[in-house]
T-cell receptor, first 114, second 114 residues
Framework: QQPVQSPQAVILREGEDAVINCSSS?????VHWYRQKHGEAPVFLMI?????EQKGHEKISASFNEKKQQSSLYLTASQLSYSGTYFC???????????????FGQGTILTVHP | DVKVTQSSRYLVKRTGEKVFLECVQD?????MFWYRQDPGLGLRLIYF???????EKGDIPEGYSVSREKKERFSLILESASTNQTSMYLC?????????????FGPGTRLTVL
């Protein structure tokens, strides 16, 4: 079963903040976040491992609540270059047992206007 | 620079034809994956392989088969193409082990079945 992302779409002005959520019904080992720009391949942003560690990538950061099997991606002071579709990918199990297999959410379309 | 390449960006086939989609990676990755991407459904895993000649079904394997004869190459086969297989097909690869086993994606093949 795919993780559920919310919202499905968000529209921002440059400089505004956004949060994208990813929720799974399964016990997770890790959560990956990817961004896909229009007409391009998805690109890896970051990985969150069991342990609730928060990671950062420029002005984009994320958290992982392993008790709730939820992850959130935080985009602060958004830039035009942040526009794209964001996917979370979840890895189930205890780690090392799933061959790195990810189950992706349906995606969140982020549009940043000047 | 790491690279995942796919044999075609665009492909048009007729119903009932046998279709081969090829994927090649140059990163010596053990894992290779085939996804299809449809609007509103995100990335759905068709098949993956964690070693030469090994294959595992993903979430939507019906109507597809795969072949991995060499480590760097992973082929997706549609034995008898149908119109509901019209989609964007993405190939990805990753290391089998390691803390950050990010997936690297190819540019995709947009397949239209008439």
């Amino acid at each position: 079963q795919q993780p559920v992302q919310s919202p499905q779409a968000v529209i921002l002005r440059e400089g505004e903040d956004a949060v994208i959520n990813c929720s799974s019904s399964k016990a997770l080992y890790s959560v990956h976040w990817y961004r896909q720009k229009h007409g391009e391949a998805p690109v890896f942003l970051m990985i969150l491992l069991k342990g609730g560690e928060q990671k950062g990538h420029e002005k984009i950061s994320a958290s992982f609540n392993e008790k709730k099997q939820q992850s959130s991606l935080y985009l602060t002071a958004s830039q035009l270059s942040y526009s794209g579709t964001y996917f979370c990918g979840t890895e189930e199990g205890a780690g090392g047992t799933s061959y790195g297999k990810l189950t992706f959410g349906q995606g969140t379309i982020l549009t940043v206007h000047p | 620079d790491v690279k995942v390449t796919q044999s075609s960006r665009y492909l048009v086939k007729r119903t009932g034809e046998k279709v081969f989609l090829e994927c090649v990676q140059d990163m010596d990755h053990e894992n290779m994956f085939w996804y299809r991407q449809d609007p509103g459904l995100g990335l759905r895993l068709i098949y993956f392989s964690y070693d030469v000649k090994m294959k595992e079904k993903g979430d939507i394997p019906e109507g597809y088969s795969v072949s991995r004869e060499k480590k760097e190459r992973f082929s997706l086969i549609l034995e008898s193409a149908s119109t509901n297989q019209t989609s964007m097909y993405l190939c990805a690869s990753s290391f089998l082990a390691g803390v950050v086993n990010e997936q690297f994606f190819g540019p995709g093949t947009r397949l239209t079945v008439l």
